[in-house]
């Protein structure tokens, strides 16, 4: 099981963990929700639930790379010259949605945090994490959003660009954000694979 997830009696899958791994998943979740920032209602705690019905999203694309690719356009093709009707049915899009992709990626991320956390409270250095099926899918949503962070971070864009990372020196200042954005694949297809048994 190490490294890897398994299907559990009942649903939803169980991997085991380390204490560096569960350190490294943690921190990048944390990171991933600082940098989609707090929802519409801020980071005060004050919401209006009603307000935050009505809120609307920004117009316009976020400028870091990350935020890009976790939040894009929906109309058009980004390396095509732009087309002012496409980037305007983008900036409506993107108004009325962004706010509610944002808190779905926020809550899937706090999902993560709050399950390593609710493990690494029993003290174990090496424990086994055992989700439910929907807490499954939360951990899917969290983890498909890291791999799509560190590949903007990488510069990965299509299946050559990772083809040229397992050819990275050791001494490459990229190694580390490479190896964590391998093993992240790894986790993220065997998740699939037991939601699909």
Do not use: C, H
């Not at 980071?43 to 694309?61: T, V």
């Not at 690719?69 to 496409?86: H, N």
């Not at 990965?156 to 490479?178: C, G, N």
Request: hydrophobic share 40%; net charge negative.
């Amino acid at each position: 099981m190490a490294g890897q997830f398994e299907p559990v009696p009942g649903g939803g899958a169980a991997v085991a963990l380390d204490e560096v791994e569960i350190s490294i998943l943690r921190s990048l979740a944390v990171q991933l929700l600082e940098l989609i920032g707090p929802g519409p209602g801020g980071a005060d705690g004050a919401e209006d639930p009603l307000a935050d019905l009505f809120a609307e999203g920004p117009s316009e694309p976020p400028t870091d790379p990350v935020l890009q690719r976790l939040f894009p356009d929906a109309y058009g093709d980004p390396e095509a010259v732009p087309d002012d009707q496409l980037k305007e049915y983008s900036a409506e899009f993107r108004r009325f949605t962004e706010n509610d992709l944002r808190a779905g990626k926020r809550e899937n991320a706090l999902a993560m945090v709050r399950s390593l956390d609710v493990l690494t409270a029993g003290g174990d250095t090496d424990a086994v994490l055992k989700l439910s099926v929907d807490e499954s899918r939360q951990w899917l949503g969290s983890l498909n959003d890291l791999r799509l962070a560190l590949a903007a971070r990488l510069d990965v864009i299509a299946d050559e660009d990772t083809d040229l990372l397992y050819r990275l020196p050791d001494s490459d200042p990229r190694k580390p954000m490479v190896m964590a954005y391998l093993w992240l694949g790894g986790l993220q297809e065997t998740l699939v694979e037991t939601l699909m048994a």
